[in-house]
């Protein structure tokens, strides 16, 4: 962890494994489940190509205009993530390169933008914005691009994470005090995953962010998406063969998501953990939930 990334840990919240950790994690699991070698192979080429960004940002903030920020982008803040994007866009031909090679619809889609200017991807931010994005992966290029710039971002202004969240004082099933807020505190978008960490005798529940990585703790038993409490309403699932991987899912909104056990599988990373296991994915659609948040690979 870098002395910006622990500056910003406060109110229990955590920053973004390292570009690194994600790497090595993609390859270990990549050796170790052949079925998602394809998948895991390609996520390694993207995450490579972030890093490299990533250090590019942090090298040069006053080009990025990070320094005048002030405060992380928000979900809402269409104009500083355009402000991101255009720093980004000259980068925009190596990342398309890489999506041809990827899954056919990534590369069918990079094959089409291929020749878009300025104007085409700030739509596409504009698109993320209006929630339409779940439904196109036109938005995996942007946020492929804007990733890096966001823990930039989120790293500068570290004093931001100590607004509080919100909590649930209402709910007498559970401790008054962890926060049932489902968007991410530092940049405003919804949980990829979730993970639990040991913690004294037990174990905190934390939400994992699908855009900027960062984690905030997070009730135990409360549905990620619509904080359905009701525990006839929620499972929790644990399949044959992946031991520290659960599925989280909530009757009440049809959503699942998966949360990696940190206690049962210390060298998880789980944002790389939840890509590879994919046919966890398989059964959860085919029982008819649905997923929370598409990952980087649109799985
Ligand atoms: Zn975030
Ligand atoms: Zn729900």
């Known amino acids: 962890m870098t002395q910006d990334s622990e500056a910003i840990v406060g109110a229990g919240l955590k920053p973004a494994p390292t570009w690194d950790l994600k790497i090595e994690r993609c390859k270990v699991l990549a050796e170790r489940y052949p079925f998602a070698r394809e998948i895991l192979d390609f996520y390694l080429k993207l995450l490579t190509f972030q890093k490299g960004l990533y250090e ?10 990070i320094e005048k920020v002030g405060h992380p982008p928000q979900a809402d803040d269409v104009p500083l993530l355009k402000k991101g994007l255009k720093a980004l866009l000259p980068h925009s031909p ?12 990534l590369a069918a889609i990079a094959k089409e933008v291929s020749s878009w200017g300025q104007t085409a991807w700030e739509a596409a931010i504009e698109d993320y914005q209006r929630s339409a994005y779940r439904a196109q992966p036109l938005f995996f290029f942007s946020r492929v691009l804007l990733q890096p710039y966001l823990q930039c971002a989120i790293e500068e202004v570290g004093a ?17 005090d962890t926060p049932v807020e489902t968007r991410c505190p530092f940049c405003g978008h919804r949980p990829q995953a979730g ?6 005798n037990a174990s905190q529940r934390f939400l994992i962010c ?18 359905e409490s009701d525990k006839t309403k929620l499972s929790y699932i644990v399949a044959e063969g992946w031991p520290a991987v659960r599925l989280d899912t909530c009757e009440t909104c049809g959503q699942y998501i998966k949360t990696i056990d940190l206690g049962k599988d210390p060298e998880a990373v789980p944002v790389v953990d939840e890509l590879a296991t994919i046919p966890l994915d398989v059964w959860a659609r085919e029982k008819g939930y649905e997923k929370l ?6 799985i």
């Not at 590019?56 to 205009?65: R, S």
């Not at 990342?95 to 619809?105: D, H, N």
């Not at 699908?210 to 904080?227: A, D, I, K, V």
């Open 94 to 105: 190596s990342l398309l390169s890489i999506a041809r090679e990827g899954p056919p619809l």
């Open 195 to 200: 993970c639990l960490r040991p913690m004294d």
């Open 56 to 65: 590019e940002v942090k090298g040069n903030k006053a080009a990025f205009t």
């Open 160 to 176: 931001y994470c100590n607004t509080p969240l919100r909590t649930k004082k209402d709910d007498h099933a559970q401790r008054a």
């Open 210 to 227: 699908s855009f900027c990585h960062g984690e905030w703790p997070y009730q135990r038993l409360s549905c990620s998406n619509c904080t």
């Open 293 to 298: 948040e598409l990952n980087l690979v649109g």
